[in-house]
């Protein structure tokens, strides 16, 4: 009776510890995912893919998953605020091969804040990111709505990055209107602008990418494209 | 009756809406990270279904917050112990019969269930001690099992109510009063009365038992007596109509056979009910298999009920709805041990998304539920012992026990079934 409850609850105890380790290391294989591999053609057609606003705990690891597959690597402009509770976010998209870069802390309009309220917004943010990803530097900062002016030029100390193409998914229309506004308008070396915080970007994504890659267009994150395109006028460089 | 459940049913409903709103979200930000079924099932398992449960049964028993007063009886009753190898317990249990004030007269029937030590000497010394409203019988059962035991003292009631008392258990000194009280003017065919650990200070595990005798099963106990279905008049202190009993030709020898009979009188379209102020002082197993084996037995007694007696062959609405309520037990024990603990598990290595903030509202809702039958416990004025020690002790282990072993026990079952069959 004894050794067949000890057997039981071995055995009980062994099923939990089985569960645990198969969903932990699902869990870590995509925190250690081999990087997203890309080789650009500078001959070709480019564009890069960005996306603002996030993390978003429950869009962008779907979306994760998405780019993942299409093995298309992309740019997150993401908000500092939105970072707590999403560290595993982050690091599963720093590992894939992603770029992250900073859009402020709480997403204000800075061209009504001080010097010293701007700078905030990027140091507070980018000390967040270095809390999860030791080695993580911004490189690009995208200013919230777009908005920017002479002092934020100034109090920023990174390139600004803008884009060229509005995908209009921030409205949150159908996905099928999105497709539709980016597929008649995209050019090579364009720079797309997604927000990964509604279901509707990533279903357009998923009909969109094939498309894109079927007229011939390679993706690239903000630092390779400005090594690879020649127009770089959306880029503010001082 | 009615009314106040369906109230508790709405505010549990309630609960559930609201949780199950939230969980579409929280189900959301895991959905790719783990199988979508296995999701949902921990979800309703650790946090949908405990939690209407638990907030319906917080609800019913707030609004029967007040405890009923009864008349004054002094029926003659008779007590019935069965008695296994019980030579060190027996005689206090005596002593606490002998002792209690009661105003009616008592009817001891004390049976030998075919003990080898010296349980017969213990009983035999008592009997010079009965006097005029108090008289000792004692009968001998050579066959083993509870169930034979009380059968052969059932052929020997004389009265028209009668009270099984463990012999391991002692009773309050009003316990028989406030039981027989309650018996006789609500005319329920069986009544169970309210167990607090005896032993609390014996050991780790008689210590954290005392938390689920004093909070969880009380609080179930209330919530279903409420309603006149107390699934479980426990042998181990309840009071019976004599006739109910006998007309079902009494136990069947099962290995839950008070749960078996509570079923079946409850199948005849009568009441089972609960009184809280009837306290009996009872002796819990002090190690690990000790309580591991019992609460397989319940376990295994839970389904021999269910399944002798399904719930949608019970008359009564509430009855069935409990019922119900059990075979969700199953399922909710497995979600905790497959769910709950690897999810506690991933959460303690940095992933807490799969434990969710919605089990640590349930959580709370279960602690509220606990301190609330703490305070109704406390207002009855009958003493227990506490410790701040033991209660955290008895929050963080004991489901994981008490799951292991009911699991132990449903598999016994199902596996005994299949050997009947063949
Ligand atoms: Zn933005």
Redesign the interface.
Same mark, same amino acid.
């Given at each position: 009776?004894?050794y067949r409850?000890i057997g039981?609850?071995l055995f009980?105890s062994l099923?939990?510890?089985l569960?645990?380790l198969i969903?932990?290391f699902?869990?870590q294989a995509?925190l250690h995912r081999t990087p997203i591999q890309s080789e650009i053609d500078p001959q070709q057609p480019m564009i890069a893919i960005t996306f603002d606003d996030g993390p978003n705990?429950?869009y962008t690891?779907?979306l994760l998953?998405l780019l993942y597959k299409e093995q298309v690597p992309a740019t997150f402009f993401v908000v500092g605020e939105a970072i707590s509770g999403n560290e595993?976010i982050l690091r599963e998209m720093a590992a894939s091969g992603h770029e992250i870069e900073i859009h402020s802390f709480s997403h204000p309009d800075l061209t009504t804040l001080a010097p010293q309220q701007i700078r905030e917004e990027l140091w507070k943010t980018e000390e967040r990111l270095q809390t999860i990803l030791p080695d993580y530097h911004a490189r690009y900062f995208r200013p919230p709505y777009g908005k920017y002016n002479q002092q934020v030029q100034q109090t920023i100390p990174l390139p600004l990055v803008l884009w060229t193409l509005d995908s209009g998914d921030w409205d949150h229309p159908q996905a099928s209107s999105i497709y539709d506004q980016v597929i008649q308008q995209v050019q090579n070396q364009d720079i797309l602008i997604f927000h990964d915080d509604n279901p509707e970007t990533i279903k357009t994504l998923k009909k969109l990418i094939p498309e894109l890659k079927k007229e011939g267009f390679q993706f690239v994150t903000i630092s390779s494209f400005l090594e690879h395109a020649s127009s770089a006028s959306v880029l503010l460089i001082k | 009756m009615k009314t106040r459940f369906m109230l508790s049913l709405i505010f549990g409903a309630l609960w559930f809406f609201f949780s199950f709103y939230f969980s579409l979200?929280w189900a959301?930000?895991i959905?790719?990270?783990?199988p979508k079924a296995y999701i949902w099932w921990v979800i309703s398992g650790i946090a949908l279904l405990p939690g209407f449960f638990m907030s319906s049964l917080f609800f019913s028993n707030l609004l029967h917050w007040k405890k009923k007063e009864y008349p004054t009886t002094s029926v003659p009753v008779t007590v019935l112990i069965c008695a296994h190898n019980e030579e060190t317990m027996i005689s206090q249990s005596i002593q606490a019969i002998l002792l209690q004030h009661y105003s009616g007269p008592i009817d001891l029937l004390v049976v030998d269930n075919a003990s080898s030590d010296q349980t017969k000497q213990e009983i035999q010394k008592w009997i010079p001690c009965s006097f005029s409203n108090r008289s000792i019988r004692t009968l001998y059962c050579p066959v083993l099992g509870k169930s034979h035991a009380l059968n052969t003292g059932l052929a020997h009631i004389t009265t028209k109510y009668f009270i099984t008392v463990d012999s391991d258990t002692c009773l309050e000194k009003n316990a028989v009063q406030k039981i027989m009280n309650h018996i006789v003017a609500t005319q329920s065919s069986c009544v169970a009365g309210n167990l607090f650990v005896q032993n609390t200070t014996d050991s780790f595990f008689t210590k954290i038992q005392t938390y689920d005798y004093l909070l969880s099963i009380a609080a179930v106990k209330r919530y279903q007596g409420s309603y006149r279905s107390t699934l479980v008049a426990q042998g181990a202190f309840s009071a019976f109509q004599t006739q109910a009993v006998r007309k079902l030709g009494g136990w069947k020898p099962v290995m839950g056979e008070d749960i078996v009979l509570t079923y079946q009188l409850m199948q005849h379209g009568l009441s089972s009910t609960y009184e809280p102020a009837a306290v009996g002082y009872t002796q819990v197993p002090d190690t690990f298999?000790g309580l591991?084996?019992q609460r397989?037995r319940w376990a295994r007694g839970m389904l021999e009920g269910l399944s002798l007696i399904p719930p949608w062959k019970q008359p009564s609405f509430f009855t069935k709805y409990f019922a119900l309520v059990n075979c969700f037990v199953i399922d909710l024990d497995l979600s905790f041990?497959?769910g709950f603990?690897?999810a506690i598990? #991933?959460a303690l290595?940095?992933?807490p998304l799969?434990a969710g903030i919605l089990t640590l509202i349930t959580l709370l809702v279960c602690v509220l539920l606990f301190y609330s039958m703490f305070l109704y416990q406390k207002k009855l004025n009958i003493p227990f012992k506490n410790s701040f020690f033991g209660f955290l002790a008895f929050l963080l282990c004991f489901q994981t026990i008490q799951s292991?072993a009911a699991?132990?026990g449903y #598999?016994t079952f199902f596996l005994h079934r299949k050997g009947e069959w063949k």
């Open positions: 009776m004894k409850n039981f609850i009980i099923s939990c510890l569960i645990y969903l932990l699902s869990l995509r705990a429950s690891l779907p998953d595993n | 979200f959301r930000e959905a790719c990270l783990l298999f591991y084996n397989k041990l497959f603990i690897p598990l #991933l290595s940095g992933f799969l292991m699991l132990h #598999l």
